[in-house]
């Protein structure tokens, strides 16, 4: 072998060594995941008060980049920041166990989102909220931003009607199932409008996180707090105000999703649920009614177009009420004649609307539907066609708690989610 072979023989047998070095070397935890929180709390349901404490509690795993409040009700962007006051309190006990955020930082990032309900074309004009998602959405990063909507759309919605540009930034994962009958205009405008957005659509499988009939005792909901919360820092000292301390937090899953599992596959195994692709949400669409013998699918979009006079307001104005299952609902006008209103069904039900309105011709309109699991069902051509990205609940009936699809992909793990919540509670011990 003469100098010159020697001297590549030694240097391959180096690159080689160093190879098996660098693949036998333990990755570098990459950044924590970008989050943006879209609430309701304050609004209609109380839970988002216990999500918030947990996302506090694990504020150190992630990079907390917006919290926009998109109540319904008397909720206002306050109710984060008295959340963020408690959070400081306890603040210099978390950091002894973590790396947390900063009460001031968590504070400068508080935006005031829609308080209604979108009109029937499902968008209105810019927020605070929509105009955050927007910011942190074009902010320069390697990383998506995840928007992680615990209440309405509308924000959301907003936001991607006025930078559509951004879905090439975001991942959503939305609460739906009751939060979609309170934004099912919003919702529709999105289906519509951005089928290739990145979406989870949670409208079932959420439920896993609280329905615990087959948990541990000492977990289970009535339980959790006088074992593991009780007598436990200012944040726990405020979690018993919210259901009396029984666990719900039925937006948490949307959280932990990014602790547990591979995100980027939502078909994966995850704390926070696992889903299946849909090619499409259904719609339907009935002129001049509906009745008893009309099914849909629960969860699905239904509208209903009735015929009346021609009258001198503008396009998406407000005109009538319907009465769907004891709550009332905005009806519009269309224009040319036609009136119309939006609904969706938070669960399988058989349900009855009647109308009321100055106009006669749309006034006591009366009739009836029944939506069936599983969701999305047959497909029809009102249906809204997605994209390759769009991720719903999975119809398994082995994965149903009751009628509630894939809640056993939250459930099965109860035990391991709430033993880790568990050791976080002993930071503030006295």
């Not at 010159?4 to 333990?26: D, Q, T």
């Not at 931003?145 to 930078?163: K, R, S, T, Y």
């Not at 896993?208 to 087959?214: A, E, K």
């Amino acid at each position: 072998m003469n100098f010159k072979n020697g001297i590549i023989l030694r240097l391959a047998v180096i690159l080689i060594f160093a190879g098996l070095i660098s693949c036998n070397e333990p990755k570098t935890k990459s950044a924590n995941p970008r989050v943006l929180i879209s609430s309701d709390i304050g609004g209609t349901d109380p839970d988002d008060f216990q999500s918030m404490i947990h996302l506090l509690m694990y504020a150190d795993q992630f990079q907390i980049e917006g919290l926009v409040s998109s109540p319904y009700g008397e909720g206002n962007v306050q109710d984060f920041q008295d959340m963020i006051d408690l959070y400081e309190k306890d603040y210099s006990q978390l950091l002894d166990a973590a790396e947390f955020p900063t009460p001031e930082s968590l504070r400068e990032i508080t935006r005031q989102g829609g308080k209604d309900a979108a009109p029937f074309k499902g968008h209105t004009s810019s927020t605070e909220g929509s105009e955050w998602i927007i910011t942190c959405a074009k902010k320069e990063s390697d990383q998506p931003l995840w928007v992680l909507v615990w209440g309405g759309i509308e924000d959301l919605a907003q936001a991607l009607h006025d930078a559509p540009e951004i879905k090439e930034n975001i991942r959503v994962y939305w609460i739906g199932g009751p939060n979609k009958k309170w934004s099912i205009n919003a919702y529709s405008y999105i289906a519509e409008h951005h089928p290739d957005l990145w979406m989870i659509e949670a409208n079932a499988t959420y439920r896993g996180w609280f329905m615990d009939q087959d948990s541990p005792e000492e977990l289970k909901g009535d339980a959790f707090y006088d074992n593991y919360i009780q007598g436990r820092g200012a944040l726990g000292k405020e979690f018993i105000k919210y259901y009396e301390g029984n666990i719900k937090m039925g937006d948490t899953p949307s959280l932990v999703y990014l602790m547990n599992g591979n995100p980027d596959d939502p078909t994966g195994e995850s704390w926070g649920g696992s889903f299946e692709k849909v090619g499409y949400s259904p719609k339907k669409v009935f002129y001049a009614g509906s009745s008893i013998t009309d099914t849909v699918a629960a969860y699905a979009t239904i509208e209903w177009r009735f015929e009346g006079p021609e009258i001198d307001v503008p396009e998406d104005s407000v005109v009538f009420e319907i009465e769907i299952q004891n709550q009332t609902w905005p009806g519009y006008y269309l224009g040319k004649g036609i009136f119309g209103v939006k609904y969706s069904s938070k669960k399988p039900e058989k349900g009855y609307y009647r109308t009321k309105s100055t106009i006669p011709e749309i006034d006591g309109l009366e009739g009836a539907y029944i939506s069936t699991t599983p969701w999305p069902g047959k497909a029809s051509p009102d249906d809204f066609k997605l994209g390759s990205n769009w991720y719903s609940d999975r119809v398994d009936a082995e994965l149903f708690i009751k009628d509630q699809l894939g809640a056993k992909t939250i459930s099965k793990y109860r035990k391991e989610f709430l033993t880790d919540w568990a050791e976080r509670w002993k930071w503030l011990e006295k």
